[in-house]
């Protein structure tokens, strides 16, 4: 345990994990534990569509938090605000402005989980994702952070191979992957790819753009 700011604490020091989905959520647990946090999973997940695609997510979130033993909360399901806060620019590719708003929606809602809760860190699993821009939800975790008084950790669960591990761990818990972000956007895209890559492979996909994202 080094660099870390429950190195001021006694041990472990509770922060807020905000779980975008199980199978990413399966190394930030342990990492964290490593650093001396034990991560209370917050599913807060407007995004995701359709409503059978979040209930069955959501069933894979308790299903993780049963494996590693970890508290898990669920927030409310709420896809018209999510719609209405992403709609100015449903346009754009995945990565762009729509994820930027996106990423805005689910960490205001948990840093203000973490306010409630009196959890002076908070976090979240989008970070091992080669799809997400590190810098972007680094910068909004800390400006959601500022506004409920709460402390974002930026943690790299990327680095060291975090995404290869997640998958491998998500294959022993035998948890279901999906293969798209989460959003009816994202859903459309990734169904626009594999028609045009019928052999491609979801590992593919996900490394096509970790050279922008911040790996
Ligand atoms: S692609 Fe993913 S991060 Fe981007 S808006 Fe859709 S659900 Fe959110």
New binding site residues.
Partial sequence: MSNAASEQYASPVPVLMHICCAPDATVPVLRLRGKGYEPIGFFYDP?IHPQAEYELRLRQARKLAHIQGFELLEGPYEPDHWLAA?REFWKEP?GGL??SR??GVLLDMAARKAQELHVGFYTTTLFISPHKDVHVLEHIGREKGGLYGVTFLPEAFRKQDGFRQAVRLSKEYELYRQNY???I??KLESDKWRAEHPNGTSWQRERRSTSTTGE
């Fill in positions: 995004n992403t995945e729509r994820c996106c990423f972000c989460g959003c956007y994202s």
